[in-house]
């Protein structure tokens, strides 16, 4: 068979083919070799594609026997056979062919027989088995799951499903959604949502949540998956592997119980008491609400191990631990400060709004939880057949009465234990600002409220960087009393005072003004910088504030849009619906707003996505040394992501070395400050600062 109309019509010879088959036709049937055989195996004749497979040309063929290539017995199978053989080539070699079985209508006697190479197929099938064989031996279901708009197909799934989850292959195969069913209810609208976003983007993802056994027990697991093309027909496909994690979840578990707690007593330890102090005064501020700090030292704990052994020692830590807590609220926090002392905290104490006269309910409270601590002890604890009678002294030191900080109240209140050690053994004492405490604090009342009539204030300004370039991107006004008695008075020092005096709006309104005649100043020199102040919650909530501050802009000639206003995160989840109204007035006037000391307050995410908030501070706590900490690294990446996923600028605060710096310019922070670039300086070494910035980029 040449080709065109010479076709398989030629052989007149036998004139079996004539009126049969078209000419030409066995050459269009099919891309594949294609041979025309007789009943007694006999090639009649082949297409042009015989030679690419075989290596024989038609005319080496025709008239031989299809033993030549494969066996015989091909040509007696029925028509519509298939069968997977190896094909002899002209070079001696073997390929894998598989031959189908064709007849032509009108005569039983002749076989169309077309080999189909299937080498890559049999490569593909040996892959699959080898593939499952490794799949199937590792503990963790391994999975292929496709899908179209919104159905969707599970391709494959390894059999360690039944072992993991206790449901069968077919569970799933039959249901192709059922895993979402089993996905624990609290994680599974995660679950939903991040394969939704895969499906979307093509990403690879792994996450770790909790899935329920058949039986129902809850199990941990680590899905990880990429996003495939199915080449077979084009289909979108997950291909996962999905791990058991539980022991690994229940172990870190452990690690961060221990980490937190008292090994003896399973009470917090100091570290976590200190935490949740930090957090109940945070509240306490927004809500004008009390802090008490309860600090118990036993007063006789040596005779028990001096009489009684170390192991008796240890029966009554872990029998008073336990009867502290009994003299709580369950939203109190009892912990084991170390060896025979232990702290109570008590959060979200009631303030009085009373008279002078009238008790304070912070105060009332407390003093009723030492009074209960003091029954508690008069029953004897039984340690191994001996009745002890244990006695504690306590110190009670309460926010914001004694102090303003975690810190100073736990020492106001180790302060007042040992007090009550001296006086009363076995009782309390309430710390008390007395003598020349009162004397100081009333002297620094005087004097602040001299500086506001007088106006003994100075602006010292702090560069913001942008950590790629060095460039100097804003600068952060912060203001310093020029006492004229003490030198320069940080604001730390008398901030605090002034809020609670109520000089905080004059000292504020100051501020602002200063810091549109310097800008203004800059401006003229040809120096353009942003520039950025802070709003105390007073000026925040003060009544027509965007106009105040936009009268003294217009007066100074200074455009809003060169202005960053902020404002605190406790100050602004304090009211969080009137902070988000106020801010959005600023920003309409061309504002930036930055939030500072992000990750100090209680932050709803929701409600901070719906700030319009240009800049996120994260405060220096979380940076200091956080090339160091793990825990800090994991929290500031977060920050930095968090800050970014909502369209605001990332500024970390206190940097102040290189390995610091390094971290937050690996992590994608774009703006920082600290003392690593510069300390507050007055306004007249700006412009020098700000020309060596530029030569000198901090890198």
């Given at each position: 068979?040449?080709?065109g109309a010479e076709g398989v019509g030629s052989f007149d010879d036998d004139g079996e083919l004539a009126g049969l088959?078209?000419?030409?036709?066995?050459?269009?049937?099919?891309?594949?070799?294609?041979?025309?055989?007789?009943?007694?195996?006999?090639?009649?004749?082949?297409?042009?594609?015989?030679?690419?497979?075989?290596?024989?040309?038609?005319?080496?063929?025709?008239?031989?026997?299809?033993?030549?290539?494969?066996?015989?017995?091909?040509?007696?199978?029925?028509?519509?056979?298939?069968?997977?053989?190896?094909?002899?080539?002209?070079?001696?070699?073997?390929?894998?062919?598989?031959?189908?079985?064709?007849?032509?209508?009108?005569?039983?006697?002749?076989?169309?027989?077309?080999?189909?190479?299937?080498?890559?197929?049999?490569?593909?099938?040996?892959?699959?088995?080898?593939?499952?064989?490794?799949?199937?031996?590792?503990?963790?279901?391994?999975?292929?799951?496709?899908?179209?708009?919104?159905?969707?197909?599970?391709?494959?799934?390894?059999p360690q499903l039944e072992e993991i989850l206790g449901y069968a292959v077919a569970d799933w195969i039959a249901d192709?959604?059922?895993?979402?069913?089993?996905?624990?209810?609290?994680?599974?609208?995660?679950?939903?949502?991040?394969?939704?976003?895969?499906?979307?983007?093509?990403?690879?993802?792994?996450?770790?949540?909790?899935?329920?056994?058949?039986?129902?027990?809850?199990?941990?697991?680590?899905?990880?998956?990429?996003?495939?093309?199915?080449?077979?027909?084009?289909?979108?496909?997950?291909?996962?592997?999905?791990?058991?994690?539980?022991?690994?979840?229940?172990?870190?578990?452990?690690?961060?119980?221990?980490?937190?707690?008292?090994?003896?007593?399973?009470?917090?330890?100091?570290?976590?008491?200190?935490?949740?102090?930090?957090?109940?005064?945070?509240?306490?501020?927004?809500?004008?609400?009390?802090?008490?700090?309860?600090?118990?030292?036993?007063?006789?704990?040596?005779?028990?191990?001096?009489?009684?052994?170390?192991?008796?020692?240890?029966?009554?830590?872990?029998?008073?631990?336990?009867?502290?807590?009994?003299?709580?609220?369950?939203?109190?926090?009892?912990?084991?400060?170390?060896?025979?002392?232990?702290?109570?905290?008590?959060?979200?104490?009631?303030?009085?709004?009373?008279?002078?006269?009238?008790?304070?309910?912070?105060?009332?409270?407390?003093?009723?939880?030492?009074?209960?601590?003091?029954?508690?002890?008069?029953?004897?604890?039984?340690?191994?057949?001996?009745?002890?009678?244990?006695?504690?002294?306590?110190?009670?030191?309460?926010?914001?009465?004694?102090?303003?900080?975690?810190?100073?109240?736990?020492?106001?209140?180790?302060?007042?234990?040992?007090?009550?050690?001296?006086?009363?053994?076995?009782?309390?004492?309430?710390?008390?600002?007395?003598?020349?405490?009162?004397?100081?604090?009333?002297?620094?009342?005087?004097?602040?409220?001299?500086?506001?009539?007088?106006?003994?204030?100075?602006?010292?300004?702090?560069?913001?960087?942008?950590?790629?370039?060095?460039?100097?991107?804003?600068?952060?006004?912060?203001?310093?009393?020029?006492?004229?008695?003490?030198?320069?008075?940080?604001?730390?020092?008398?901030?605090?005072?002034?809020?609670?005096?109520?000089?905080?709006?004059?000292?504020?309104?100051?501020?602002?003004?200063?810091?549109?005649?310097?800008?203004?100043?800059?401006?003229?020199?040809?120096?353009?910088?942003?520039?950025?102040?802070?709003?105390?919650?007073?000026?925040?909530?003060?009544?027509?504030?965007?106009?105040?501050?936009?009268?003294?802009?217009?007066?100074?000639?200074?455009?809003?849009?060169?202005?960053?206003?902020?404002?605190?995160?406790?100050?602004?989840?304090?009211?969080?619906?009137?902070?988000?109204?106020?801010?959005?007035?600023?920003?309409?006037?061309?504002?930036?707003?930055?939030?500072?000391?992000?990750?100090?307050?209680?932050?709803?995410?929701?409600?901070?996505?719906?700030?319009?908030?240009?800049?996120?501070?994260?405060?220096?706590?979380?940076?200091?040394?956080?090339?160091?900490?793990?825990?800090?690294?994991?929290?500031?990446?977060?920050?930095?992501?968090?800050?970014?996923?909502?369209?605001?600028?990332?500024?970390?605060?206190?940097?102040?070395?290189?390995?610091?710096?390094?971290?937050?310019?690996?992590?994608?922070?774009?703006?920082?400050?600290?003392?690593?670039?510069?300390?507050?300086?007055?306004?007249?070494?700006?412009?020098?600062?700000?020309?060596?910035?530029?030569?000198?980029?901090?890198?």
């Open positions: 068979m040449s080709s088959i078209e000419a030409g036709a066995l050459l269009d049937a099919t891309p594949e070799c294609l041979l025309v055989v007789r009943a007694d195996g006999s090639i009649l004749d082949a297409n042009d594609q015989v030679e690419e497979l075989t290596g024989f040309a038609r005319g080496e063929l025709v008239g031989r026997s299809i033993e030549l290539l494969v066996a015989s017995d091909v040509v007696a199978l029925p028509a519509g056979s298939r069968v997977e053989t190896v094909c002899l080539r002209a070079g001696g070699d073997g390929i894998a062919v598989e031959v189908r079985v064709g007849a032509i209508d009108g005569d039983a006697r002749l076989r169309v027989l077309t080999l189909r190479d299937t080498t890559e197929l049999r490569a593909g099938r040996d892959a699959e088995v080898k593939f499952r064989a490794l799949v199937e031996q590792i503990s963790a279901i391994t999975y292929t799951w496709a899908w179209d708009a919104d159905r969707y197909f599970v391709r494959y799934v390894s192709p959604t059922a895993w979402y069913g089993w996905v624990h209810p609290e994680d599974r609208a995660g679950v939903i949502d991040e394969n939704k976003r895969c499906e979307r983007t093509g990403e690879p993802h792994s996450m770790v949540y909790r899935m329920l056994r058949k039986d129902g027990s809850v199990i941990w697991v680590e899905d990880s998956w990429v996003v495939v093309d199915d080449e077979r027909d084009g289909r979108r496909v997950f291909q996962g592997v999905v791990f058991d994690v539980t022991a690994r979840k229940e172990a870190e578990a452990e690690i961060a119980f221990r980490a937190n707690h008292d090994k003896l007593t399973n009470l917090p330890n100091r570290h976590l008491f200190e935490e949740m102090l930090e957090k109940a005064i945070a509240r306490a501020r927004r809500h004008d609400h009390g802090v008490g700090v309860l600090y118990l030292d036993l007063d006789n704990f040596k005779l028990v191990n001096d009489s009684l052994g170390h192991h008796a020692g240890d029966e009554l830590l872990v029998e008073l631990g336990e009867r502290l807590r009994t003299c709580t609220r369950d939203t109190d926090l009892v912990a084991r400060q170390g060896g025979d002392e232990f702290l109570l905290l008590l959060a979200d104490l009631e303030r009085g709004t009373g008279g002078p006269d009238a008790p304070d309910p912070s105060m009332v409270v407390t003093e009723s939880v030492a009074s209960r601590i003091h029954d508690a002890l008069a029953e004897p604890f039984d340690l191994n057949g001996t009745q002890f009678y244990a006695t504690g002294s306590i110190g009670v030191s309460l926010f914001p009465q004694d102090a303003q900080d975690a810190e100073s109240l736990l020492r106001n209140a180790d302060a007042a234990m040992y007090q009550s050690k001296k006086q009363e053994p076995g009782g309390y004492v309430v710390f008390a600002t007395e003598g020349d405490d009162a004397l100081k604090k009333l002297s620094l009342t005087t004097r602040l409220r001299e500086a506001v009539h007088q106006e003994h204030w100075v602006l010292h300004w702090q560069p913001i960087y942008d950590i790629e370039t060095g460039d100097v991107e804003s600068l952060e006004a912060l203001v310093r009393w020029l006492d004229p008695n003490g030198g320069l008075v940080p604001p730390g020092e008398f901030i605090p005072l002034a809020e609670e005096l109520g000089l905080i709006e004059a000292i504020g309104d100051w501020v602002i003004a200063e810091v549109v005649r310097q800008q203004a100043d800059w401006a003229a020199s040809g120096l353009d910088l942003r520039v950025g102040f802070n709003l105390s919650p007073r000026q925040l909530w003060s009544a027509h504030l965007a106009e105040k501050i936009l009268a003294k802009l217009r007066a100074g000639g200074v455009d809003p849009g060169s202005v960053v206003v902020e404002i605190t995160e406790s100050t602004a989840m304090a009211d969080p619906d009137r902070t988000q109204k106020i801010l959005s007035e600023l920003h309409a006037w061309g504002f930036s707003l930055a939030l500072d000391d992000f990750g100090t307050g209680y932050s709803s995410l929701a409600r901070l996505k719906h700030m319009p908030v240009d800049v996120l501070k994260i405060d220096r706590a979380f940076i200091r040394d956080v090339h160091l900490d793990a825990g800090l690294a994991s929290m500031v990446r977060a920050m930095i992501q968090l800050a970014q996923g909502l369209e605001m600028v990332p500024l970390a605060e206190g940097v102040e070395t290189q390995q610091e710096l390094e971290f937050l310019r690996g992590n994608g922070c774009r703006l920082a400050q600290g003392f690593l670039f510069s300390r507050p300086v007055p306004a007249d070494q700006i412009p020098a600062l700000v020309t060596r910035t530029f030569e000198r980029a901090p890198h």
